[in-house]
Every structure is written in C-alpha cells, then in structure tokens.
C-alpha cells in the first residue's frame, strides 16, 4: 500500500524544482487529492494559479485538460456532445475537456451559471449526462478552478451551490521579496522552466492506494465532536445567516484524515482541524446583511468562533497522547487500521 507521506513529499519535491514558496497549496492540493476533493483558486494575475494545476498533473501522472472560460462558452463545450459524421450519416460522442484527471476552469467566474452548473455533476457524482447517457469520468478526477478578485467586469459570481462543491478554498498571494528575487535568479538561470520541465513522479494507481489508506486514519470521537462544535457554532452565528451543511462536515473529516496521513499519522489530531476549517468553511458561509455592511468577512467569522469552540481537552499534548493511546487500543483490539511504512 502506497505511503501518503512519501507521495506527498515526492509531489512537492518535483514541483519545488519550478515553484517557490507554495508549500500550503501543494500540501491542500495533495489532501483534496486523497480525499475526492476540488480546489478553488482564488489570486491576482501572473501568481502561477495554472501554472501550479499544470505541474501538479505532470507531477502526478495524471491527464490534464484546461477550460478557458468565457462568457460565450456553452455546457457542450465543457461535457462534450454528439457529432453527425455526413459521410456515414451517424452520431459520435465528442467528450469534452472534462473528462481527464486534473480539469482547470480557468477564470470559472467569467463562465456564465448555466455554463458553470455543466460541472456541477461532474465534481459532485463523478459522471457527465450528455444527451441522456451517463458517462463515468476517469479517477482519481479532480477540478482546480481559478479566478481574479480584483477584475469584476464582465464576471458572474458562483452561486453557493457551486462553492459548495469544492472542498478547499485557496488565496494565492504575491511573493514576498526574498522569494521573488529567488524566483528571478531561478528563471535567469533556466528562462525554459517550467511545466514541460516537470518528470512525472508518481503513477495515478499509488495515488488510488493513497487514498484507501488515508480512508483508514482513525478519527477520535473527540475530534468528530470538535468538528461538530464548530459546524454548530457556525449556524448559531449572529453575522452568519446560513452556516455550514453536513457536506462541509463531511469534507473537513476527509480532508483532516487526508492531512494526517501526508504528515505520517494513522490518527487525526485537533491540529489537523485547526489547519483546514478556513480554506474548508469560509467560501461556504453565507454573511448575514448586517455583517456585510460592517464589512465583517466570512474568515473573520471563523477566526471569531476557533477562539471560542474549545478543541478537546484542556492540555493539547496531553490530549494528543489520549488520542494516539486510543487509535492504538483501537487497532490492537479489531485490526481495521493499517500502520504507515
């Protein structure tokens, strides 16, 4: 069985040769990976938003397939469609870019709501509907979107129901100055840097056993009741008006169990939850009216209520040791937890 940790180092190894400073996003990446998840994008341009989709498809071995969108793009061009050959007078199915490994929406809010919701099946049961058939898309699937903040023209904003369907929500910032003077050096050096320059490092089959053993990482009740107290604490919320939903408390448990396995652990700790609530709940949070005109955000919220949810015990280190102690009496006693090697 394929080691989480190892691949998760190996990826970020390879991509380190053209990235710089990136390490969150190929770390949330590779969890969204492991956990059936999609990545949204979020950056000004010129940050390597699809550049780092590119890499991370080529580092992976996985088949890549990039949707410029556009206000004119229809859903047949994203899912693809029948075309009628004049000489043999029959149809054939022409699919579209969605039917690879790594699918980038390039500038998914310049697509229009119907284009947008052609991916809402595709991300959410793995299949496309064309014309009625039902076609199963390839695995591991995964959907990186990108979009600007700071160019609304021209622009449809998602609904909640399609953030609701990516797992992470990242911020790509601009480099700071030691690492964009590293960024110039390197490409000084080598100026062809870049996707074509990544080796594939890692066969899409280890990525399929990755994920069945980040499946096994034991959870603790206590964490799943951390979990449970902070969904609650966001539907309860005076500046939130609709909090998260059992889908978001769904994701966050994958995802933390994911997070765990990378970083060489067969159990979930309050850490892991911590690390991912954010880029897991902000995008899925509906601002109430009065937190929007006091300019109160949706990470603000959060930050507000990982203050007050207490994680489990009142001594962490002794609260981690509880739940390696209980994973271990876990395992001893029915078996079901593998040990990473």
């Given at each position: ?27 949330k ?18 940050v ?5 989709a590119?890499?991370f ?30 000489q ?31 991916l ?5 049961e ?8 039902t ?40 480099p ?37 053993t980040?499946?096994n ?32 408390s ?25 690390a ?8 899925r ?7 929007e ?7 603000e ?17 002794a ?14 006693s029915d ?7």
């Amino acid at each position: 069985m394929t080691d989480p940790a190892t691949l998760y180092d190996t990826l970020r190894e390879e991509m380190q040769t053209v990235l710089i400073g990136n390490d969150p996003i190929i770390e949330k990446f590779t969890v969204a990976l492991l956990s059936e998840g999609h990545v949204l994008l979020e950056g000004v341009p010129g940050v390597a938003k699809t550049t780092m989709a590119n890499l991370f498809a080529r580092a992976s071995g996985l088949e890549y397939g990039r949707i410029q969108m556009t206000p004119d793009v229809l859903p047949a061009d994203v899912t693809g469609t029948h075309i009628y050959h004049e000489q043999s007078g029959e149809f054939s199915l022409q699919r579209g870019p969605v039917f690879k490994n790594v699918v980038v929406a390039d500038e998914i809010n310049r697509a229009t709501p119907k284009t947008q919701s052609a991916l809402l099946e595709a991300m959410q049961e793995r299949t496309v509907t064309i014309e009625g058939e039902t076609l199963s898309l390839p695995e591991p699937f995964i959907v990186l979107a990108t979009q600007n903040p700071i160019e609304m023209e021209g622009t449809f904003e998602l609904p909640e129901a399609q953030r609701d369907r990516f797992l992470f929500k990242l911020t790509v910032d601009l480099p700071d100055r030691a690492e964009e003077s590293q960024l110039l050096d390197r490409f000084n050096t080598t100026p062809d840097l870049g996707p074509g320059t990544i080796r594939q490092v890692v066969e899409p089959t280890e990525i399929i056993e990755a994920r069945e053993t980040a499946a096994n990482v034991h959870v603790d009740d206590r964490v799943k009741d951390y979990i449970l107290d902070i969904v609650a604490a966001t539907r309860d919320h005076d500046d939130i008006a609709h909090g998260t939903s059992p889908r978001a408390s769904l994701a966050l448990l994958d995802a933390t169990k994911a997070r765990a396995a990378i970083h060489g652990r067969d159990y979930v700790i309050p850490d892991d939850v911590k690390a991912l609530v954010r880029p897991t709940f902000a995008h899925r949070l509906v601002m109430s009216t009065e937190a929007e005109l006091g300019g109160v955000t949706a990470a603000e919220a959060l930050d507000e209520i990982m203050t007050t949810v207490q994680p489990p015990g009142s001594d962490p280190e002794a609260e981690q040791e509880g739940v390696v102690s209980n994973a271990a009496s876990d395992t001893a006693s029915d078996g079901v937890r593998r040990k990473f090697r």
